[in-house]
């Protein structure tokens, strides 16, 4: 079993910046893909970006390609969300999530957090 926190999240002005962070607990935390994920009330989960287990590969949703990078320290069984340039529209809920496998689909992550806010104003 994996237990993921993010935090980080906050209230930011357009074109702002704000770094995630998720701290893992009780597994093999170097073993996991890692992905962040993001939710609006009332829509499906959206995928944000994924990263392999050493790091090597990472993967982006075409609506953050440039602006958001994902990155990971296995030494302190953190991932982080690097977010910049945000956009009224990057507003919502951002999970992160541990799966075995380096993919887009939210189904394939066994493990989630609890979710963190974030708000972007224009």
């Known amino acids: 079993q994996v237990q993921l926190v993010e935090s980080g999240g906050g209230l930011v002005q357009a074109g702002g910046s704000l770094r995630l962070s998720c701290a893992a607990s009780?597994?093999?935390?170097?073993?996991?893909?890692l992905g962040w994920f993001r939710q609006a009330p009332g829509k499906e989960r959206e995928f944000i970006a994924t990263?392999?287990?050493?790091?090597?590969?990472?993967y982006y949703a075409d609506s953050v390609k440039g602006r958001f990078t994902i990155s990971r320290d296995n030494a302190k069984n953190t991932v982080y969300l690097q977010m910049n340039s945000l956009k009224p529209e990057d507003t919502d809920v951002y999970y992160c999530?541990?799966?075995?496998?380096?993919?887009?689909?939210?189904?394939?992550?066994?493990?989630w957090g609890q979710g963190t806010q974030v708000t972007v104003s224009s």
């Open positions: 999530a541990a799966g075995r496998m380096l993919t887009v689909l939210a189904r394939s992550y066994g493990f």
């Open positions: 990263i392999c287990s050493s790091g090597a590969r990472t």
């Open positions: 009780g597994g093999a935390f170097s073993m996991y893909a």
